[in-house]
């Protein structure tokens, strides 16, 4: 196991060294599964641990995260918990299981099991290995289903023929790890994506399952690749019914990577971007805002991500509208643009082929975005304003005037203030 951890980070060894630890007390067997496996393989970065034991995995979690002081999640349900680390390494373990379908694209139920039980259960033959971590097994990769040989000869592949049946989420996974490294999905395997996608196994699925397999495609760094071949293989039905991806689409999902590029360069320090909303937004872009808000609905997005996506269908054209006319003043650019999140600025950044336009974006985010005035209530006080609700009134045109160039220090907004408030 030795040559395999060579290439990682000091707290990915420990924690390793830790899991091995804690399963010799426990007398009990442990491995690293999954896509970590497969990672350390293709000496791929992978931040997300993956932990199998043939045994108690809840309780070899708790005990796992009172070592670490880490919170800890269980999933009593599936016998697995999750740990979240202050680095951002990610700690799944789970108890060696069996999983049995009730029906299609149901969630399985689970029933104990050994390793070999737990590793049927996966999508794919890359996605199956393990390494041993204590007893008999340390240090030894073990490969029921040949992935290191798929590895090779870049396969994907899955390990039995209702695969897609069973979960028609691996459908998306499937696309997401074939564009991701450049892999076949092999002749037999995609046999089956296609005769899940013309039963249209996707529609069938909880949406929210959908939701979490369709992010990850869209943060991928290959995502139009993805998109196209997502179209290619099953198409957006089981987003919307009336979605397509146009040319127009393909154009903008372009343009959209550009200023995703161009804004993290130019603004390293700023918050984080959600570059998967964008893309989101650019693949919804054609549909109709009663269909988005279904979207947003059906696949429960986050009350802040399902805003994003909604201001920016409602705005764009407005503002592109408003944007395009000559000789727009600082303030107005501010007062569009301010509002809307630096995502949905961007996509209308990246539709708009109006330099005027994107000068003015762009000028927003260098001089005007976050701008504020340095006078506060208790100056007004000092000046003799009693306080009421024309405050804000005050307020609203000392910024207007320091956006527009006309003042800029605080001495020039309390003479500002005193030339237009009448004593």
């Known amino acids: 196991m030795k040559n395999y951890l060579n290439g990682l980070n000091r707290e990915l060894k420990q924690l390793i060294l830790l899991a091995q630890s804690i399963a010799l007390e426990q007398g009990i067997s442990a491995y690293l599964v999954g896509g970590f496996v497969r990672d350390l393989i293709l000496k791929a970065k992978n931040l997300d641990l993956d932990i199998v034991v043939e045994g108690n995995g809840i309780k070899f979690a708790e005990e796992f995260s009172c070592r670490l002081g880490a919170k800890l999640i ?36 689970v ?38 040989e798929d590895l ?9 023929s209702l695969s897609f049946i069973d979960d028609p989420t691996r459908i998306l996974r499937a696309i997401r790890f074939e ?16 005769k899940a996608a013309r039963l249209k196994m996707l529609e069938k699925t909880e949406p929210q399952r959908l939701r979490d397999e369709l992010i990850p495609v869209l943060k991928e760094k290959t995502v139009l690749k993805q998109i196209k071949r997502l179209r290619e293989l099953v198409g957006f039905a089981f987003i919307n019914k009336r979605l397509l991806l146009s040319p127009k689409n393909r154009v903008l999902f372009k343009a959209a990577e550009s200023q995703i590029n161009w804004f993290k360069k130019t603004y390293p320090k700023r918050r984080g971007l959600d570059s998967w909303l964008i893309y989101f937004m650019a693949l919804l872009d054609s549909l109709a805002t009663r269909d988005i808000k279904s979207v947003c609905r059906r696949f429960a997005f986050r009350k802040g991500e399902a805003k ?31 509002p809307l999140s630096y995502e949905a600025i961007l996509l209308i950044k990246a539709k708009s082929k109006d330099k005027k336009i994107n000068k003015y974006i762009a000028d927003f985010f260098k001089i005007y975005n976050g701008m504020c005035i340095s006078v506060s209530g ?3 006080r000092k000046l003799g304003i009693l306080p009421g ?13 320091k956006l527009n160039g006309k003042i800029s220090t ?11 408030y009448r004593y």
């Open 410 to 420: 605080k001495e020039q907004e309390l003479a500002f203030i005193k030339k237009i």
């Open 378 to 380: 208790d100056d007004l």
């Open 152 to 160: 090779r000869s870049k396969k994907i592949r899955i390990l039995h």
């Open 389 to 401: 609700p024309y405050y804000q009134g005050i307020f609203a045109k000392i910024l207007q005037a």
């Open 111 to 148: 029933i104990p099991g050994n390793l070999r039980d737990d590793s049927y259960r996966r999508d794919f033959s890359i996605n199956a290995m393990a390494i041993g971590l204590s007893g008999k097994d340390a240090g030894r990769l073990i490969d029921y289903f040949h992935g290191q």
């Open 308 to 338: 994003r996506i909604l201001n920016y269908k409602q705005s764009n054209r407005v503002i592109m509208g408003e944007l395009h006319r000559s000789q727009v003043k600082p303030a107005k650019i501010f007062s569009l643009l301010e």
């Open 74 to 109: 269980r999933h009593k349900r599936f016998a697995t918990a999750t740990l979240i680390l202050r680095s951002g390494i990610k700690l799944d373990i789970a108890s060696a299981r069996k999983e049995f379908y009730p029906k299609p694209a149901a969630l399985p139920q």
């Open 179 to 194: 564009q991701r490294y450049n892999f076949k999905i092999e002749p037999d395997t995609l046999k089956n994506l296609k």
